[in-house]
């Protein structure tokens, strides 16, 4: 990557590098100041010019956070607002996909290898934007009830709505088209694509929307993002000694909401999360509905989840961050505890409708579609039953490779999207094979088309009303609503 490439922004001259395999790359291109102690609450401001020729080659620091050693974060700090740009070419001009990571909104960064975009951008001719952004109790907590704070809402949400006006004013110097915009993310990045369809402010900043195994109702009441954010302050003098304390310390003290036990969505049936304290909540000027309730516009959707979502956090949660279960052996009151735990007023209905529905499976694998279909799946079919002529939905089934008992777990499909099956992570997901680096090529070629022209390939129908659902896997193929019998469940249950 020794050939200079150079590109003006509206804050000056960039220096990136050509690719080794063909197009270029610019890294960590800062959109907005760093989070110093008196901004880490305050809605991002644009990054000032400077001077003269800043190199853009360097991966760029994480938000600050606790992270899992397993996915490759690596080091964070203050001056994390930055994004990521590979292009086939700086002239031309291209559809352009906007990644947002996730990580529970709690973890992650747009430097993790696994994002790596050189064989996306340069295979499907588009430019690709991946970005960070504020994470934890900083990104999402609600602190409106402490003025001396003077803390903004949502800053986490501001931080990407920045960062989409970044690339509305600069793309085209990078080869892009701004009126041709993806937006697209996984896990907590596709709750928050989810979550800015919703967002008026955001209605002209992307065109598109790509959710993998995200959902559309991942979004607190404020009263309960107010709960989270009070408990936090209960043990410390005053709200001012939050803002003094240094990041360590200030991880160290949003450690223990990851205990809460709380109410997600509008719903009036009352969906339980947990595990993930930090989500978008309502507040009084930008986000005022979920994307399940708003006004949401002609915007067209590809979205989907893999078939056993759940079974990495059953099995395997430290590979996450989480506790170790020491091959935990399942029963009957395990399985029932856990529907108690998650729809707490439904729990005993929805806990016999699965057994009746699945009578043969075991305690773990209905827990696992369970919680699956809880947190990922259910909500993402309502999303696209919203629009159902402008949504394309998928279920990915490719077995993890490094550990077949996880099956079509979370973060399997990432290594098919970006091709980076020969990254440690991708090999641990899908493996080196031909038939994955064929699943890969019928992926990006997908997530391509949908990027260039608004839809999917022609042989992968809308969701419609015969509720079209594209199987990737060895042998991919079409289904024709294969969750009928769970989504029956849920709407009789649940109104969903």
Request: hydrophobic share 45%.
């Amino acid at each position: 990557m020794s050939q200079v490439i150079r590109v003006e922004t509206a804050a000056g001259t960039l220096q990136g590098e050509a690719c080794q395999q063909g197009g270029v790359r610019f890294l960590a291109i800062p959109y907005a100041e760093a989070l110093t102690a008196q901004r880490r609450l305050r809605a991002p401001l644009s990054r000032r010019p400077w001077a003269g020729i800043r190199p853009a080659v360097s991966w760029g620091a994480a938000a600050p956070q606790e992270s899992p050693d397993f996915l490759g974060i690596g080091a964070w700090g203050e001056d994390c607002l930055h994004l990521n740009v590979w292009s086939p070419d700086v002239y031309g001009r291209r559809a352009v996909m906007v990644w947002i990571h996730g990580g529970g909104y709690w973890s992650g960064s747009n430097a993790q290898r696994l994002y790596d975009a050189e064989h996306l951008a340069r295979q499907q001719d588009v430019v690709v934007v991946s970005v960070n952004y504020r994470l934890g109790l900083a990104g999402f907590g609600d602190w409106r009830a402490y003025p001396e704070l003077a803390a903004d809402s949502n800053c986490g949400l501001r931080d990407l709505l920045l960062a989409l006006q970044w690339v509305q004013t600069n793309i085209a110097s990078f080869g892009g088209d701004p009126g041709a915009v993806t937006l697209f993310g996984e896990s907590a990045g596709g709750m928050a694509v989810a979550t800015l369809l919703a967002v008026p402010a955001a209605k002209d900043l992307f065109h598109r929307a790509i959710v993998q195994s995200g959902s559309a109702d991942h979004v607190y009441r404020a009263e309960v993002a107010q709960r989270v954010s009070a408990e936090l302050l209960t043990a410390l003098a005053s709200p001012q000694v939050l803002q003094q304390a240094s990041w360590s310390e200030w991880l160290r003290l949003q450690r223990s909401s990851l205990r809460c036990l709380l109410p997600r969505g509008l719903e009036a049936v009352q969906i339980m999360q947990y595990g993930m304290p930090a989500l978008p909540y309502i507040d009084d000027d930008l986000l005022t509905q979920t994307a399940l309730t708003a006004d949401i516009d002609e915007r067209p959707l590809l979205i989907g989840s893999t078939r056993d979502e759940w079974s990495i956090f059953l099995y395997h949660p430290e590979l996450l961050g989480g506790r170790k279960t020491d091959a935990q052996v399942y029963q009957q009151e395990d399985w029932r505890a856990l529907v108690r735990r998650g729809v707490p007023t439904r729990a005993e209905a929805l806990a016999q409708a699965y057994e009746d529905l699945l009578p043969e499976q075991s305690a773990d694998a209905r827990m696992i579609l369970f919680e699956s279909d809880r947190i990922f799946t259910m909500s993402s079919l309502r999303l696209a039953e919203r629009i159902r002529d402008r949504a394309w939905v998928y279920r990915m089934d490719w077995p993890c490779a490094g550990l077949r008992r996880l099956g079509a777990c979370h973060i399997v499909d990432l290594p098919f999207i970006f091709a980076t099956l020969e990254a440690p992570l991708g090999q641990f997901f899908a493996g080196p094979s031909a038939a994955a680096q064929q699943l890969a090529r019928l992926m990006q070629d997908h997530w391509g088309h949908f990027a260039r022209q608004g839809r999917p390939a022609a042989s992968w129908p809308a969701y419609g009303e015969q509720s079209w659902v594209q199987v990737f896997a060895e042998d991919s193929h079409l289904e024709q609503d294969p969750y009928r019998a769970r989504r029956q469940i849920w709407r009789q249950h649940c109104g969903w």
